[in-house]
């Protein structure tokens, strides 16, 4: 079992950054590849990006490649989204998930509550 709680959104303008983080319970955080999510009012959860379980391997959705970057870290049980150039397009709920296997589809085993991101213009 694994309960993942993300924090770091809020209001930022359009061009600003904002680091997410994903803070995950239990001991074997280490096995689990690292999904990030975003869903818009109105539109279908997206896949933003993925991380392997030893962050050698990282997957990104072509709408945030070269401005996102995903990363973890083992030992505080924790990973990121840093998110730079953001746009208005990126206003969302994001979430976190966590799977034996490194996905680029919706179908995570375990996911957070999201944290909301909004980019004003």
């Known amino acids: 079992q694994v309960q993942l709680v993300e924090s770091g959104g809020g209001l930022v303008q359009a061009g600003g950054s904002l680091r997410l983080s994903c803070a995950a319970s239990?001991?074997?955080?280490?096995?689990?590849?690292m999904g990030w999510f975003r869903q818009a009012p109105g539109k279908e959860r997206e896949f933003v990006a993925a991380?392997?379980?030893?962050?050698?391997?990282?997957y990104y959705a072509d709408s945030v490649k070269g401005r996102f970057t995903i990363s973890r870290d083992n030992a505080k049980n924790t990973v990121y989204l840093q998110m730079n150039s953001l746009k208005p397009e990126d206003t969302a709920r994001y979430y976190c998930a966590a799977d034996l296997q490194l996905l680029v589809t919706d179908t995570y085993d375990y996911w957070g509550q999201g944290t909301q991101v909004t980019v004003s213009s």
């Open positions: 239990g001991r074997t955080f280490r096995r689990y590849a």
């Open positions: 991380i392997s379980w030893t962050g050698s391997n990282t």
